[in-house]
């Protein structure tokens, strides 16, 4: 008896072993999505490759593919994601969440680069948690503070134009949210939605007639800051932009977050998914951890807009 005791341990033990050494030896297939390419989705994406590769080094396979802003390429590539089988997908920006949720509901989705999944993916009673196959990190810096700093540094200002893309449906709650706390300031807000990349010139020209300006994380937007910077600087309107990589194109001050570390957070969020079975259901969705007063001294310097001290030049 004890023969047969001592055998049958030892094979639970090889078992054991052999149960072990295949989860070390499994290398994760993971499929990223990136609507557009410019500076804020581009750091989410390198934040979130770089998570991944501390964490699991040669374990994982990211493929990194680019919609060029079309929604229908979004489609495209989630569906090629699921027919790959891919055992993670990574949406960056909203568009391409909505096209992998469409492709598939049974493969974890994870978001960056979203101001709103409620908005995004149309749930009216957002607790945090999706419920379904999804979770992720927001970019959402706090509307209120974007309105403080745009009356801290231009308190005579009568009207404020908010430009954004009108096919971006978190732009137009960011929109209509700051309008809110700009009006509760005493600025008259209009809206100046341009539906793709061949009216970002005509319709910022029409928002010139106001004071300032106000643009939110837009993917459109933050595409075309140089189109829009060639229409707003010589007509001598300031830009508050909802993040960093607006600001440098076109904008003067942001309250910004770092997408870099955005998209880092997200890679952690998805090594518990894959390595430690974590229900990303009930996984709640992160936000930026902390928020910088940043500002663009070139422009700032162009238009004659002096900034308290608290502000950090972009580098």
Same mark, same amino acid.
């Given at each position: 008896m004890k023969r047969i005791a001592s055998l049958l341990l030892a094979l639970c033990l090889c078992l054991s072993c052999v149960a072990v050494a295949g989860a070390e030896g499994k %290398?994760?297939?993971?499929g990223v999505l990136q609507l557009v390419q410019h500076v804020a989705l581009d750091a989410a994406t390198q934040g979130f490759q770089d998570a991944l590769k501390e964490a699991l080094g040669d374990s994982v396979n990211i493929?990194? #593919?680019?919609? =060029?802003?079309?929604?229908?390429?979004c489609t495209t590539i989630a569906n090629d994601f699921v027919a790959g089988n891919v055992d993670l997908i990574m949406a960056n920006a909203t568009p391409a969440l909505q096209a992998s949720v469409g492709a598939t509901g049974d493969i974890p989705i994870?978001? +960056? =680069? $979203?101001? !709103?999944?409620? %908005?995004?993916? !149309? $749930?009216? !009673?957002?607790?945090? +948690? +999706?419920? $379904?196959n999804v979770s992720g990190t927001a970019d959402l810096a706090p509307l209120d503070g974007q309105a403080e700093i745009l009356n801290e540094l231009f308190p005579d200002a009568k009207t404020v134009g908010l430009i954004y893309? =009108?096919?971006?449906?978190? =732009?137009l709650y960011q929109v209509r949210t700051i309008a809110g706390y700009l009006n509760e300031l005493g600025y008259?807000? #209009?809206e100046y939605a341009f539906a793709d990349s061949n009216d970002v010139a005509s319709v910022t020209e029409s928002a010139c007639e106001c004071d300032v300006l106000y643009i939110p994380t837009d993917n459109t937007a933050a595409t075309y800051t140089e189109t829009i910077a060639n229409v707003v600087i010589p007509a001598g309107k300031p830009v508050i932009a909802g993040e960093e990589g607006i600001c440098v194109g076109c904008g003067v001050a942001t309250l910004t977050i770092s997408y870099y570390d955005l998209g880092y957070a997200t890679g952690k969020m998805a090594v518990k998914v894959l390595t430690e079975g974590a229900d990303i259901s009930t996984m709640p969705v992160e936000y930026a951890p902390q928020f910088t007063k940043k500002y663009n001294a070139a422009n700032c310097e162009a238009l004659n807009i002096q900034v308290p001290e608290d502000y950090v030049a972009i580098e």
């Open positions: %290398t994760y297939q993971v493929e990194v #593919k680019n919609a =060029s802003g079309e929604f229908n390429n994870l978001g +960056t =680069s $979203i101001t !709103d999944y409620g %908005t995004a993916l !149309d $749930i009216a !009673d957002w607790t945090g +948690t +999706t419920g $379904i893309c =009108s096919a971006e449906a978190n =732009s008259e807000t #209009k």
